[in-house]
C-alpha cells in the first residue's frame, strides 16, 4: 500500500520511532510531528505509547493541543496506541492532577489497569476485522477500556471481557503495542482510513 500524502507519528515522547518504522516498512510517508506546521502536513497521525500525562503537557507547551483536538474534530484519522489510546479517550480514569485527553473516542480509559510495568504480559488476540491468525499483543502498564459508549465499537477484548481496541470513524485505539511485535495490521488498517478519507488532499 502506497499513500501518496504524508502520514504523522506524534513525536514528543514515547516509542515514536518505532511507529514511524513500522509506516514506512508499509509504505506511508512519514512526517514526525512535534509542532502545529508540522501536523498540517499530515494526512492522518499515529500517537504513540509513551506517559499519556507528559504527552498532555508537551502538546499543550508545543502549542500542538488545540490544533490536535481541532484536526480530530474535523475527521483526520488517528490511530493511539496505548498512551496515545488515552489520549484520545473522551473520559480518563485514574488520571493525573489537570491532566487533559484531546477525545474523540467515546469511551472511558482506565490508566495503568494492569499495575505497573512489572506486571507487563502478552496475548493472543482475536481481532474479526483484522482476519486471522489472531494478533499477538503486548501490554506495558496499559490502559483498558472501562466503558464503550453507543458511537464506538470494541474490535478486541481479553479473555475476561475487558476491552484493549476499539474504533469509531476515522478513530482507532489499541491499550497495546502492535510496533514491537512485527504486527503491522492495525497500521495497514489505519492506513486504509486515511487512503479513504482523502484528508488534506
Given at each position: 500500500m502506497t499513500v501518496a500524502t504524508p502520514v504523522g507519528v506524534l513525536a514528543l515522547q514515547g516509542d515514536f520511532r518505532e511507529h514511524a518504522d513500522v509506516l514506512r516498512t508499509i509504505g506511508a510517508t512519514v512526517v514526525l510531528v512535534r509542532r502545529p506546521e508540522e501536523l498540517d502536513r499530515v494526512s492522518g497521525l499515529v500517537i504513540p505509547g509513551g506517559e499519556s500525562s507528559v504527552m498532555d503537557k508537551l502538546s499543550r507547551l508545543f502549542g500542538l493541543f488545540d490544533p490536535l483536538q481541532a484536526a480530530v474534530r474535523a475527521g483526520m484519522p488517528v490511530y493511539g496506541t496505548c498512551a496515545g489510546l488515552i489520549m484520545l479517550a473522551d473520559t480518563v480514569l485514574d488520571g493525573m492532577v489537570g491532566q487533559q485527553s484531546i477525545g474523540g473516542l467515546d469511551?472511558?480509559?482506565?490508566?495503568n489497569a494492569f499495575g505497573s510495568q512489572n506486571a507487563s504480559f502478552e496475548t493472543d488476540l482475536v481481532v474479526e476485522s483484522l482476519g486471522d491468525p489472531p494478533v499477538h499483543a503486548v501490554f506495558i502498564r496499559a490502559p483498558v477500556v472501562e466503558r464503550v459508549g453507543p458511537l464506538a465499537t470494541s474490535l478486541a477484548t481479553l479473555a475476561d471481557g475487558r476491552c484493549?481496541?476499539?474504533?469509531?470513524?476515522?478513530?482507532?485505539?489499541?491499550?497495546?503495542?502492535?510496533?514491537?511485535?512485527?504486527?503491522?495490521?492495525?497500521?495497514e488498517y489505519f492506513l486504509q482510513k486515511v487512503y479513504a478519507t482523502a484528508f488534506r488532499r
Open positions: 469511551i472511558e480509559v482506565r490508566r484493549v481496541a476499539v474504533e469509531q470513524g476515522n478513530l482507532l485505539g489499541t491499550s497495546f503495542h502492535p510496533e514491537m511485535t512485527g504486527e503491522h495490521r492495525f497500521h
